[in-house]
């Protein structure tokens, strides 16, 4: 039962903090294209391979089970906005916006599984130093 808390208020915190970073991409970059659920995606793909690299049975930081649920299914599922995703590239379609559609889903789906990769990468890189 203490897991399920756990991940409701990893679950809560994500989507706190995936609301706020991207309505300030938004802000920053406007609203045509989904900049603030690209970005977000690729952040929390980021977080999620580099932590579960970093915390992993062969990973240099050991935390018990139920805190990998909580920053993996709770914070990273709450922020990551894949549903967010779903609808923005349909309605981009919908408003006959076929090219940012595509682009939007060509982008998403390399900048993430890069982004995957590359936190995956840097904790087992930090994960091979010596020491401590």
Do not use: H
Request: hydrophobic letters at 50%; a neutral charge.
């Amino acid at each position: 039962m203490i897991t399920y808390l756990w991940i409701a208020l990893g679950s809560a915190l994500g989507g706190v903090a995936r609301y706020g970073a991207s309505s300030l991409i938004a802000g920053w970059f406007g609203q045509t294209f989904p900049w603030g659920t690209l970005v977000v995606n690729i952040t929390g793909s980021f977080v999620i391979g580099f932590f579960a690299s970093l915390t992993g049975p062969d990973g240099r930081v050991m935390v018990a089970p139920d805190m990998r649920q909580f920053v993996m299914v709770g914070i990273c599922g709450g922020y990551t906005t894949f549903s967010s995703f779903s609808l923005q590239t349909l309605t981009l379609v919908q408003q006959g916006e076929m090219l940012q559609a595509g682009a939007n889903i060509g982008a998403s789906v390399a900048l993430c599984l890069a982004a995957v990769w590359l936190g995956y990468a840097a904790a087992q890189a930090l994960n091979l130093m010596k020491g401590s």
